[in-house]
């Protein structure tokens, strides 16, 4: 089974700053990594698909980068709605998709 | 796209459950389905894949032969049947369209094994 290391386990930043949040396989997972972002109460949303992929309607201030097993999501500039845990995801063949633990990032 | 998913409730330890997604607003049997549960206040976790044509099923090793995830693209229905059910299958369980990722999610049901 490929697992998911995300970090760091808690982000604190300001609104304006840029968040770096990282995904590591522990083989390679072949581009198939997801990032969603979760907010309480809430069913996770799709951002990235397929490591740099921005789904519809995500913003551009969100971006995904990597390959094989070190990715990173990329919040150019946070704006309040962006606070939220951010789970990574990956879809090998066979199809297990782990997920990561989850990154939090909150307000500082 | 529109997924309402129902049918959880409170079961004891060794019960079954049966859960249930509608989906509408998107061709259902063009897409690939999955369940993917939270249990309280901890992350997400994959449970199981259905293609579009049900053909092909996958299941997380957590769950592997007492749940089984089925599909009646007629009915435009999801479903997963849950057996032998434990306190560590307490979860809210979502359901997601599946394109490149699970690119739609439901508002999700809460299923509590316990006595």
């Known amino acids: 089974e490929i697992v998911l290391t995300q970090s760091p386990a808690t982000l604190s930043l300001s609104p304006g700053d840029r968040a770096t949040l990282s995904c590591r396989a522990s083989?390679?997972?072949?581009?198939?990594l997801a990032w969603y972002q979760q907010k309480p109460g809430q069913a996770p949303r799709l951002l990235i698909y397929d490591a740099s992929n921005r789904a519809i309607g995500i913003p551009a201030r969100f971006s995904g980068s990597g390959s094989g097993t070190d990715f990173t999501l990329t919040i150019s500039s946070l704006e309040p709605e962006d606070f939220a845990v951010y789970y990574c995801q990956q879809r090998n063949w066979p199809p297990a998709y782990t997920f990561g633990q989850g990154t939090k990032l909150e307000i500082k | 796209v529109y997924l309402v998913e129902s049918g959880g409730g409170l079961v004891q330890p060794g019960g079954s459950l049966r859960l249930s997604c509608a989906a509408s607003r998107f061709t259902f049997s063009s897409y690939a389905m999955s369940w993917v549960r939270q249990a309280p206040g901890k992350g997400l976790e994959w449970v199981s894949r259905i293609s579009g044509s049900g053909d092909s099923t996958y299941y997380a090793d957590s769950v592997q032969g007492r749940f089984t995830i089925s599909r009646d693209n007629s009915k435009n229905t999801l479903y997963l049947q849950m057996n032998n059910l434990r306190a560590d299958d307490t979860a809210v369980y979502y359901c997601?369209?599946?394109?490149?990722?699970?690119?739609?999610w439901g508002q999700g049901t809460l299923v509590t094994v316990s006595s």
């Open positions: 997601t369209k599946d394109q490149a990722s699970h690119d739609s």
């Open positions: 083989q390679t997972v072949n581009n198939y």
